[in-house]
């Protein structure tokens, strides 16, 4: 039996703050609507490793719900539902609304494709002791040692010679061969078990083995290094020098799966940022708004967005200007009266590394999706800080949508830091404020979250675009 509350615990419960874990307060079509929507983020992942596939798989998505590509200098209306695609690289998805632009903006939402990997150099290939490797450049930030001794598909593309794009997918299909980097046995690892993290495993020590089985011919010197050449000539139409204008990455070759005896957590290689990217996409393109909504899935993130597919590249303002002047308004006035989320994971609090968070501040997992005011280190430096009057605009569609959401910041102060995209778009002078999915073992080849901060994450983007 429960006892009655004394008037004090009443006056509590009235005033004071506790996060929930949003299993807790779901209804049971809500938990069936958090699994179901987990199935589709599933999928996308497998088939979305890179940013090229996807943005490939986004326009597909697109296409499916009755969008069309835009051009620049493209006529525009209201209700009229476009995908406009940067370099194969980057897509930004739209909807136009019946809002007038100069008065109520864009509603924006703005994640990103690209994820942590390991690049093939453009000189890559050699032999040695019997082996075939790929020389490496790693993208992102990375832990070494966590990418060896783990299946590896290669994902890219090669311009050949002629001009020609061909695309290689190696490791994905169950009778794919997959490729493999090395770690030292324990028995002899006495040596580099001494050494800091950082160089367990150094750069140059991530080669792919692509080969081991020498070419049938005694004349040659290099044989296994032409076993594998006559299989990427045969297959792909490829040279070696053909390697010079290629993208290729190892990127971990299984596929995402339930995590747990409850299935409520996802493992997958790519949760940041794809976790923010696909909800952002299924909000736009389910979208029956009166705004004008528009989803940003960009690339190179990971390396400080730069480059004319990162979210710095003019190409993003460029389009917002083009929609404007479309629809007949003002690019300086409506970015003015625009809202931003810049929608990527954050740290979720780990209890197994709990010295580095400070707990009243972090990110639990299952309680939502997750707001950083702001992010930046060493006091909030590089940081978009935002407004407290924003935060209490975007605080209330949540509200009043019934979103289960927190905020929190990433980790303890001073134990590191990150950043994100939100501050340039807030350098164009858009309201924008962090929001996004907490992850666990961020930045690793297989990733963890749960179900319903995903699904927290899709509910608190319709709120914001309603
Ligand atoms: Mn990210
Ligand atoms: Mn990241």
Redesign the pocket.
């Known amino acids: 039996m429960s006892e009655k509350k004394s008037k004090g615990q009443e006056r509590y419960d009235e005033l004071a703050y506790e996060k929930k874990n949003y299993f807790t307060v779901a209804s049971k079509e809500e938990r069936k609507a958090i699994f179901d929507y987990a199935e589709g983020y599933k999928t996308f992942l497998d088939n979305a490793k890179t940013e090229r596939e996807a943005c490939e798989v986004a326009v597909k998505m697109a296409k499916d719900a009755g969008f069309t590509e835009y051009k620049f200098g493209d006529k525009l209306g209201a209700g009229d539902k476009k995908y406009f695609v940067n370099r194969g690289k980057s897509v930004v998805v739209f909807r136009v609304g019946t809002k007038n632009l100069e008065e109520d903006g864009f509603r924006l939402i703005a994640s990103?494709i690209d994820a942590p990997r390991v690049d093939i150099k453009q000189n890559p290939l050699y032999e040695e002791a019997g082996l075939c490797f790929l020389k490496t450049h790693y993208y992102g930030g990375i832990k070494k040692y966590q990418w060896t001794t783990i299946p590896l598909a290669l994902h890219g593309v090669v311009v050949l010679k002629n001009g020609k794009k061909v695309e290689i997918k190696v490791g994905e299909d169950p009778a794919d061969p997959v490729f493999y980097i090395d770690d030292l046995l324990p028995h002899l690892g006495a040596e580099q078990m001494a050494k800091g993290g950082a160089k367990i495993i150094e750069g140059e020590q991530l080669n792919v083995v692509v080969g081991s089985m020498p070419y049938d011919d005694e004349k040659v010197e290099k044989k296994i290094k032409l076993t594998v050449l006559n299989i990427l000539n045969e297959k792909y139409g490829m040279c070696e020098e053909d390697f010079i204008s290629a993208e290729l990455s190892a990127v971990p070759a299984y596929p995402a799966r339930d995590i747990g005896f409850d299935r409520a957590l996802i493992g997958a290689y790519g949760h940041?940022?794809r976790v923010c990217a696909y909800p952002a996409l299924t909000a736009v393109l389910n979208n029956e708004s009166e705004h004008t909504v528009v989803a940003m899935l960009v690339d190179k993130?990971?390396i400080g967005s730069e480059g004319n597919t990162g979210m710095q590249s003019r190409i993003y303002s460029d389009l917002l200007e083009d929609i404007c002047e479309a629809m007949g308004a003002s690019f300086r006035k409506t970015r003015y009266v625009s809202k931003c989320l810049s929608s990527?994971?954050t740290a979720a609090y780990d209890p197994n590394f709990a010295s580095v968070y400070e707990r009243m501040n972090s990110a639990m997992l299952a309680c939502g999706t997750c707001m950083n005011k702001f992010t930046g280190a060493r006091g909030k430096s590089g940081s978009n800080d935002a407004n407290a009057e924003f935060v209490g605009e975007v605080r209330a569609m949540f509200e009043s949508d019934g979103v289960v959401w927190q905020t929190a910041e990433l980790g303890k102060v001073d134990a590191g830091g990150g950043g994100?995209v939100a501050k340039y778009l807030a350098n164009l002078n858009i309201d924008t404020v962090d929001l996004g999915v907490p992850v666990i073992s961020m930045h690793a080849p297989w990733e963890l979250i749960s179900k319903a901060d995903l699904y927290s994450n899709y509910r608190a983007f319709i709120a914001f675009m309603k």
């Open positions: 990103h940041d940022d993130e990971e990527d994971v994100t």
